[in-house]
């Protein structure tokens, strides 16, 4: 393995190295078919068995039922914000958002477009806890939560009980954990933190759910269509599908998702430990909602924060930044983070803090 940057990026994120020297190998020559992964035709068959093949990893791994249907649509999650509603909040319907933090409130913002909004439950301000309790609306089409929101650094640990079909925004959680698929009617995610590279986007939705749909949108607008033409209605993006297969082959190969959660838990719980003891570093998130995915902190001095990110890029630590919306720093340790990293990072704090840096 070569000696790579520690990369904290939020997404686009680090991806295990195994899957990117495959991907090498398969930008010439997919499978021994003497032609690259960009240029065989989707209709082919080399194409058509990646495309079987990471449907069936997706449905091992995350042990899917054929009551959910395993989509791949060409675009990011923010695509589904307005895709959710349009096919599902009809006229004189309520949808139920949860108010989690700056993705939550886009979905909710898009979701406005189309028709009537709850919001059932609210962290706001400071959006550093899921909401203690939910209130919801008296008949709603579905309800709406981010599983981990990415840039506040919390995450729900475990859905919210609702009286309706749970629609989840899965982007920064996605195959970190097992799946919690009971009462979701749909799960999205946007592939570039977990999965794979930006630009596509896996649905697992539950087919009588997608059937419930609107009718009158474009063909691409609606989830029934990707079911139905098994994601081919146009070409779909070839590579992104080819490398989520590649990354979930990863995943089982590591021990799938029980394997990935206990690994995740031990990384995060590594920089938590350490904030908690530190004089200098303060965690954002409360405890009980602290995600394993983001870990967002501040310096008690932005100096401090400047020094270190700083240092921090000196090192071959990049990417750890926070997002502009809530300042200090960010730690993204997603599936393919190395666990070495995380002890890389609490050392150099450690260092910035007693000033040995
Ligand atoms: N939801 C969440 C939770 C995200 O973290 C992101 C991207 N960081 C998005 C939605 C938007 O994804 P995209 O840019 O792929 O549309």
């Known amino acids: 393995m070569s000696q790579r940057?520690?990369?904290?990026?939020?997404?686009?994120?680090?991806?295990?190295?195994?899957?990117?020297?495959?991907?090498?190998?398969?930008?010439?020559?997919?499978?021994?078919?003497?032609?690259?992964?960009?240029?065989?035709?989707?209709?082919?068959?080399?194409?058509?068995?990646?495309?079987?093949?990471?449907?069936?990893?997706?449905?091992?791994?995350?042990?899917?039922?054929?009551?959910?249907?395993?989509?791949?649509?060409?675009?990011?999650?923010?695509?589904?914000?307005?895709?959710?509603?349009?096919?599902?909040?009809?006229?004189?319907?309520?949808?139920?958002?949860?108010?989690?933090?700056?993705?939550?409130?886009?979905?909710?913002?898009?979701?406005?477009?189309?028709?009537?909004?709850?919001?059932?439950?609210?962290?706001?301000?400071?959006?550093?806890?899921?909401?203690?309790?939910?209130?919801?609306?008296?008949?709603?089409?579905?309800?709406?939560?981010?599983?981990?929101?990415?840039?506040?650094?919390?995450?729900?640990?475990?859905?919210?009980n609702a009286p309706a079909p749970l629609v989840c925004d899965a982007s920064s959680d996605i195959?970190?954990?097992?799946?919690?698929?009971?009462?979701?009617?749909?799960?999205?995610?946007?592939?570039?933190?977990?999965?794979?590279?930006?630009?596509?986007?896996?649905?697992?939705?539950?087919?009588?759910?997608?059937?419930?749909?609107?009718?009158?949108?474009?063909p691409l607008a609606q989830y029934r269509t990707y079911a139905a033409e098994a994601s081919m209605h146009n070409t779909p993006n070839t590579f992104g599908i080819y490398i989520i297969g590649e990354v979930v082959a990863w995943i089982r190969a590591q021990g799938g998702l029980a394997a990935m959660a206990e690994r995740n838990e031990r990384k995060a719980k590594v920089v938590y430990d350490f904030l908690d003891q530190s004089k200098a570093w303060r965690g954002h998130a409360e405890p009980a909602s602290r995600s394993r995915m983001n870990i967002t902190f501040r310096g008690t001095t932005k100096e401090l924060e400047a020094t270190m990110l700083e240092r921090a890029e000196a090192r071959g630590l990049s990417g750890l930044k926070g997002h502009r919306s809530v300042g200090g720093l960010r730690a993204s340790i997603y599936n393919a983070f190395p666990e070495e990293g995380v002890h890389r990072l609490v050392e150099l704090l450690d260092e910035v803090e007693h000033g040995r840096a």
């Open 175 to 218: 195959f970190s954990r097992p799946l919690a698929l009971a009462n979701h009617g749909l799960v999205y995610a946007g592939a570039q933190k977990n999965l794979g590279p930006s630009g596509i986007s896996l649905v697992i939705a539950k087919k009588d759910f997608i059937a419930t749909g609107a009718t009158d949108l474009p």
């Open 5 to 160: 940057t520690l990369n904290f990026s939020s997404g686009p994120a680090t991806l295990p190295e195994e899957v990117l020297r495959n991907a090498q190998t398969a930008l010439l020559d997919l499978d021994g078919s003497g032609i690259g992964i960009l240029e065989h035709s989707h209709r082919g068959k080399e194409f058509g068995r990646v495309l079987e093949r990471t449907e069936a990893l997706i449905r091992e791994v995350g042990a899917i039922g054929d009551d959910y249907a395993v989509l791949f649509v060409t675009a990011g999650a923010t695509h589904h914000f307005a895709m959710v509603p349009q096919n599902f909040l009809g006229v004189g319907q309520t949808a139920d958002y949860c108010d989690t933090g700056v993705w939550s409130g886009k979905a909710i913002e898009e979701a406005r477009r189309v028709g009537a909004v709850h919001v059932a439950g609210t962290s706001a301000p400071a959006y550093a806890a899921t909401p203690r309790a939910l209130t919801f609306s008296p008949a709603p089409r579905y309800v709406h939560y981010t599983s981990n929101e990415t840039i506040y650094g919390t995450q729900w640990s475990a859905p919210p």
